[in-house]
Structures are given as structure tokens and as C-alpha cells.
């Protein structure tokens, strides 16, 4: 869990249930299973539950408290009753006095992170390509324009991982990140384990043990930056990188079987143009970065080009026309994620909206100049098909695009 805080404020206890600051409920505290003794946090630590008018503060551990089992004149019941009088309409974002966060609007969970961490980026941007299941706001807690608060809550906020709910619920640590990944398709069954009573007290131990840490994996990974990729485009560089890697076995399984010359002369010249994009997405992507499994690319790949091969050019041209239109498309969109990128979002923190259209000029001409040759290659490869072919084919092409889509999506995350 990378995303973590600087480890600044283990002062304080942290939040691992809901905390809540609610109206007319007195100074009332709610017991928790495994840390009874929840400090109070300060003013600016907890949202304005439904912005009514407090006469009276209590912080509550809403996630025990039970009126149920305790009884109505317990603290706990009290505040929970008072949790469920306060607690507002879903979607209803409550943001605290003085506290603008531009970004969060309708949000039904605004996430605040470290967005000069790269640990954080790395981790946000994995997060942020996923379609949660409702609508979440990223917000970098270093944008002053974006967050507005005092240089204290700020502090408090890049020290540990915080969400915040539309209702003003505020966690942080292992009950942010469970309430984050409960959101995510793929991490579900993580926030559902994470969520269940003693696990969460255990994340959250984990949590606290990781972060003297991170200090020190910041530095390993300040150096390691690479700051001339943006965070979002890093796995689909891996996936271009380990791409290419099959590209050019793909021509080296064809150069291996095939004898008719045109197509060999074909094979040679793409394999040149393949071995060159290999190269330059190299000169941009650092070793540690790339793909673990190139191995099983390159096999998948030199398969992809030899088998093809053995029945003739015009599987091959059919071949390399359908592996083609998928990679023609797999640059098309990164190029309107890097344009999306530069538009709509700051490149770093304090960086002014747009500077990331010069600042990956050279990446998205890398990207635009290697989607014209694999066009070049697409629409050659359908003129030398030469007509349609047959339903064997057929079926092959369509295995071979289906194959490349997984390829990319486990070099993405491999
Ligand atoms: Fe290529
Ligand atoms: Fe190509």
C-alpha cells in the first residue's frame, strides 16, 4: 500500500472507522473493538456532518456503534442515533467551512493523496484506470488551488491516506483504503476481506509498520523516476514496449518459415521498422519498468508470425492486417489519454493546466510516428491480401486480435 503518508503524524491515533463529527450529541465517544481509546482529533480533522448548526461535538467510531445491543442511553446508541439523524442524502457532499475542494462536486468519494510521492502517483494512477463502481475524485493534497486548507491539515493529510465520503465522512489509513478498493472492479474482494472486523484493526497495523518506512521508498523511487513519462501512461508503455518485443518476433517467425520472396522482402522491412520502434519505446521506457514476462512475448510472438507462415502469404498479410488494426488502435488511445492528460489535468503539482502538452511533446510524437508506420503496415498488409480469405483465417485473425488484447492487458500489469 504505497500511498501511504509520510509516517509525520503517528502521534495520533489513527482513524480506522468513520469518524463523523455530528450536531447535539455532546461529547460523546463511541467504544471500538480493538482501539477503545480514539483520540479526538482536532477541529479541522473531522467534516461538518450535514453543515447543521453544532451545538455540541462527539466523534464516533460509527462502525461499532450498535443501539441495538447497547441500549438507547448508551454513548455509542446516542451518537448512532445521532449519525442516522444526521446523516445526509446520498450524494450530498458537505464540505467543511472554509474548505473548498474544487474537484469533489457530486463525488460520492473524494481521494486525497500525495501527488508528489511517487509512490502515490504510481499507486493513484493504477486506481484511477479503473471504472469504479461510483464517483470518485482525486484530489492532490499539494494543489492549494484544489484544496484549501491550513497548512496543519494539510500536513495531517500527506501523512496518512485519507478519503473522504459526500456525506462528510472522513477515514484514513487501512479504512480509506478498504472504503477505496470497495469502489474498484478487481479489488472488491480485498475491501470486503479488508472491511470484516479483525481484519481492518490488522491492516491497519500493517499499515502503521509500513510507514517509518516510506521515507526511505520514496528516495529509492525519487531516483528511479521517471518524470518525462506521465503516471497514467506507464503501463501502456510497458504494453507498447513488450508489444513491439512481439512485433519483431513476429517477422522472425515468418523470416524462419516462409520462401516466397515478396513475402520474405515484406518480413524484412517490417522487421526493421519493428526493431526501430522497439528501440526508441526502450530509449524511453528504463529497464526496471518494462514487461516480466518479454519471454513469453517473443515465444507468442515468433508463434504469431510462423504458424501463419506455414500455409502461406496470404495468412500471413491476413495475419499482420488484423495484428495491425489492434495496435493502430492501442496508440490512438494513449494518444487521447496523453492529449486528456494535458488538457484536463496538471502534469505535477502546481503545474499550470496545458504545460503537459510540452511537456510529452516528444513522448506523443513518439507515439503518433510509431501508430503511421503500423497504419503503413495494416494497409499494406490488406492490399497484398488481396481479397477476402477463408473462414480458417478468418477464425485465426480473430484469435490473434483477441490474443493481442490480452497480451496488452497482462503486459500492462506485468
Ligand atoms: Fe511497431
Ligand atoms: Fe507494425
Known amino acids: 500500500m504505497p500511498s501511504l503518508g509520510s509516517g509525520r503524524a503517528l502521534a495520533r491515533p489513527p482513524m480506522t472507522h468513520p469518524v463523523v463529527e455530528v450536531a447535539g450529541a455532546g461529547p460523546a465517544r463511541a467504544s471500538s473493538a480493538w482501539m477503545p481509546a480514539m483520540a479526538t482529533p482536532p477541529p479541522s480533522d473531522a467534516p461538518s456532518g450535514t453543515g447543521a448548526a453544532s451545538t455540541g461535538r462527539a466523534v464516533a467510531s460509527a462502525g461499532n456503534a450498535n443501539p441495538g445491543s447497547t441500549g438507547h442511553n448508551t454513548p455509542a446508541a446516542r451518537v448512532q442515533l445521532a449519525l442516522r439523524d444526521a446523516t445526509p442524502r446520498p450524494g450530498q457532499a458537505t464540505p467543511r467551512p472554509g474548505e473548498a475542494i474544487s474537484p469533489e462536486g457530486e463525488a460520492a468519494l473524494t481521494v486525497l493523496y500525495d501527488g508528489a510521492c511517487p509512490l502515490c502517483q504510481r499507486e493513484i494512477a493504477w486506481y484511477r484506470e479503473l471504472p469504479a463502481s461510483c464517483p470518485v475524485a482525486w484530489l492532490d493534497v499539494n494543489d492549494a488551488q484544489a484544496l484549501s486548507v491550513d497548512d496543519a491539515t494539510r500536513s495531517r493529510y500527506l501523512s496518512r491516506f485519507h478519503v473522504r465520503r459526500a456525506n462528510g465522512e472522513t477515514l484514513s489509513g487501512a479504512a480509506a483504503f478498504v472504503a477505496l478498493w470497495l469502489t474498484l472492479p478487481g479489488w472488491r ?206 477464425a485465426w485473425c480473430a484469435l490473434v486480435g483477441t490474443g493481442s488484447a490480452a497480451a496488452v492487458h497482462l503486459a500492462r500489469r506485468l
Open 189 to 394: 474482494w480485498l475491501g470486503r476481506v479488508g472491511r470484516l472486523p479483525w481484519v481492518t484493526p490488522l491492516l491497519e497495523l500493517m499499515y502503521r509498520g509500513f510507514l517509518p518506512l516510506r521515507p526511505r521508498l520514496q528516495r529509492v523511487a525519487h531516483a528511479l523516476a521517471t518524470p518525462h513519462i506521465p503516471a497514467a501512461l506507464v503501463a501502456d508503455l510497458r504494453s507498447d514496449h513488450a508489444g513491439e518485443t512481439g512485433a519483431v518476433y513476429i517477422y522472425r517467425g515468418v523470416l524462419a518459415l516462409a520462401r516466397d520472396p515478396g513475402l520474405r522482402a515484406f518480413a524484412t522491412h517490417h522487421l526493421a521498422t519493428e526493431q526501430r520502434h522497439l528501440d526508441q519505446v526502450a530509449a524511453v521506457l528504463p529497464a526496471w519498468r518494462r514487461s516480466w514476462c518479454l519471454p513469453a512475448w517473443r515465444v507468442a510472438g515468433f508463434l504469431t508470425g510462423a504458424l501463419p507462415a506455414l500455409f502461406g502469404p496470404r495468412a500471413v498479410y491476413a495475419t499482420v492486417h488484423a495484428v495491425e488494426t489492434f495496435v493502430d488502435r492501442h496508440y490512438q488511445q494513449q494518444i487521447d489519454r496523453l492529449d486528456g492528460l494535458a488538457h484536463t489535468a496538471s502534469p505535477r503539482p502546481g503545474a499550470g493546466t496545458g504545460e503537459g502538452a510540452d511537456r510529452w511533446a516528444d513522448l506523443r510524437a513518439l507515439l503518433v510516428a510509431c501508430q503511421q508506420d503500423e497504419r503503413q503496415h495494416r494497409d499494406e498488409a490488406l492490399a497484398l491480401q488481396a481479397g477476402p480469405v477463408g473462414v480458417f483465417t478468418r
